[in-house]
Antibody
Framework: EVQLVESGAGLVQPGGSLRLSCAAS????????MSWVRQAPGKGLDWVSS????????YYADSAKGRFTISRDNSKNTLFLQMNSLRAEDTAVYYC?????????????WGQGTLVTVSS | EIVLTQSPGTLSLSPGERTTLSCRAS???????LAWYQQKPGQVPRLLIY???SRATGIPDRFSGSGSGTDFTLTISRLEPEDFAVYYC?????????FGQGTKVEIK
């Protein structure tokens, strides 16, 4: 069974940094691209970033470019999101998601999410 | 980036009814890489449809997707009580991936 467990969230001041982690199990982590999707309280889904299976290719939403860095450690089955220069509008539940497969790069399995709150 | 516009914003329907949700893209979605998700309050999104018309594993056949290019639809042939939720479309054919703003299907 695919399991994705996010951690690292919490309350941070504007301009601060936070590193999210997503521990994966139940599948061959190194074979799948992964992504981060967020959802502000009471709002819709917002794609943030994705990374290829090997980690060689990364992609970002305009809102994340230059501030967020996605990475992965395939030896530890873990996905990361380093978030710098955080803003109030980054407040959201952050989900990590596993893509379906190489032919269908669509988020299929989702973690339960972790809440990031940016406030002074 | 591709902007996805979903309509209507809210649908008030009764169990047993048929409904169609719309998702319109600001430009053509590459290889029709368009997905639909269902999200209930307090739950994570659930993938229903990918590739515009392929049902994900375990999704009942009352859910169907169609469309191509810039216009896509999700049809629920007969609403069950558990289908009342928010539905999002998502294009993953171009980076950055984008989501529509959602359509809420509520009980009338």
């Amino acid at each position: 069974e695919v399991q994705l467990v996010e951690s690292g969230a919490g309350l941070v001041q504007p301009g601060g940094s936070l590193r999210l982690s997503c521990a994966a199990s139940g599948f061959t982590f190194s074979s799948y691209a992964m992504s981060w999707v967020r959802q502000a309280p009471g709002k819709g889904l917002d794609w943030v970033s994705s990374i290829s299976a090997s980690g060689a290719n990364t992609y970002y939403a305009d809102s994340a470019k230059g501030r967020f860095t996605i990475s992965r450690d395939n030896s530890k089955n873990t996905l990361f999101l380093q978030m710098n220069s955080l803003r109030a509008e980054d407040t959201a539940v952050y989900y990590c998601a596993k893509y379906m497969d190489a032919y269908n790069p669509v988020p299929h399995n989702w973690g339960q999410g972790t809440l990031v709150t940016v406030s002074s | 980036e591709i902007v996805l516009t979903q309509s209507p914003g809210t649908l008030s329907l009764s169990p047993g009814e048929r409904t169609t949700l719309s998702c319109r893209a600001s430009q053509s979605v590459s290889r029709n890489q368009l997905a639909w998700y269902q999200q209930k309050p307090g739950q994570v999104p659930r993938l229903l449809i990918y590739g515009a018309s392929s049902r994900a594993t375990g999704i009942p056949d009352r859910f169907s997707g169609s469309g191509s290019g810039t216009d896509f639809t999700l049809t629920i042939s007969r609403l069950e009580p558990e289908d009342f939720a928010v539905y999002y479309c998502h294009q993953y054919g171009s980076s950055p991936g984008t989501f529509g703003q959602g359509t809420k299907v509520e009980i009338k």
